[in-house]
Structures are given as C-alpha cells and as structure tokens.
C-alpha cells in the first residue's frame, strides 16, 4: 500500500487507509457476488446479502473513523517547510511564463471546498448509506433490490477514491493552491 506509507501526506499516512482500501473492496465484492447469487444461486442469497451487509458496516466504521482522524490532523508541513525556507512571509506572485506545471495538474484538483464537502456527502450516502439500507430490504425479503444497490455503491466508490485524493493536503500544494 504506496498510500499508507507516504508519511508527509498525513491523511493516508494510517493504518485505517490500508483497512479502508480491503473493507471497500471486500463490501463492494460481497455485494456483487450477492447479485449473482440472485441470478444464479438462489440458495446462498442470504448468506451473501448478510455478508454484504456486515462488510458494509464494518467499511462504513473505519472510513467514518479515518474521516474523524483526518479532520482532527495537526498538520506539521508549513508553507515555508514546503518549499525549505525559513522566511515568515511568503507570497507566491506568478507560476512563472508557462503559468501550470506538473505539481499544479498532478497533485492539486483545483476545485471548490463546497465540490469536495459536497462529493464527502455523497459518497457516504451512495456507498454506504443507500447500499446499506437496500442491503436490509433485500435480506427481508425485497426483490431486486440488489443490481441497484450495486450501481449505487459504484457510483459512491468511485466519489470515495476522488475524495480520498482531493482530501489529502500534499506539502506542496501549500505554496500552489493560492495564486496571488
């Protein structure tokens, strides 16, 4: 795991990014292997929709614990240990004749915090939440439920992992996010 071991990047830097990245996984794998079950193997349905669920939860607890962890971060880059100067007023006027580069494509998503706060919402909702409670009224007994809640979690997976990267406050965005 590359990301649990980048220790300057301090919201990946957990042993949760490694539990995250199985729990996510195995939840989502539970739950389509619980569809095909509904199509093809009615008599492990149950168990599979359980498991699901139970994957599901437990996902839902250590990425809501990594998202507690995260906002409670002291971070210990600056932005003079970004860049190696000691200097107590830095102010960054151009990015130079080309304007972007490399650090300002790669490492920085240049969107709003309301996009960010906004994608944190619905992920939680789509990959958790929604699957969750379809998850429920599947092991009740409703039918058809499962395909949708599968398309969901997808939909809310893929919102997680560009909110895990659009979270992390790598060093040197530091001096690249704000443009005098």
């Known amino acids: 795991m590359i990301y649990a071991c980048l220790r300057f990047i301090q919201e990946w830097a957990s042993p949760l990014t490694i539990v995250n ?32 669920l139970v994957l599901a939860l437990a996902a839902l607890g250590t990425r809501g614990a990594s998202l507690v962890r ?9 932005l003079q240990t970004a860049i190696g100067i000691r200097h107590p007023r830095i102010v960054q006027k151009a990015q130079g004749a080309m ?49 949708l809640a599968f398309v969901i979690q997808f939909l809310g997976l893929l919102a997680e992992r560009w909110y895990f990267f659009a979270e992390a406050n790598h060093p040197q965005n530091l001096y690249y996010q704000a443009i005098s």
């Open 21 to 52: 990245f199985l729990l996510l996984g195995s939840a989502s794998g539970a739950l389509a292997v619980a569809v095909l079950a509904q199509q093809l193997a009615q008599h492990a349905v149950e168990v599979s929709i359980a498991g699901a």
């Open 99 to 147: 304007g972007g580069s490399f650090n300002t494509r790669e490492f920085f998503h240049g969107r709003s915090r309301t996009l960010v706060r906004r994608t944190l919402d619905a992920f939680i909702v789509l990959a958790f939440i929604v699957p969750i409670a379809l998850l429920a009224a599947a092991h009740a007994g409703a039918e058809l439920v499962l395909p």
């Open 70 to 78: 995260n906002v409670r971060l002291r971070h210990r880059s600056s």
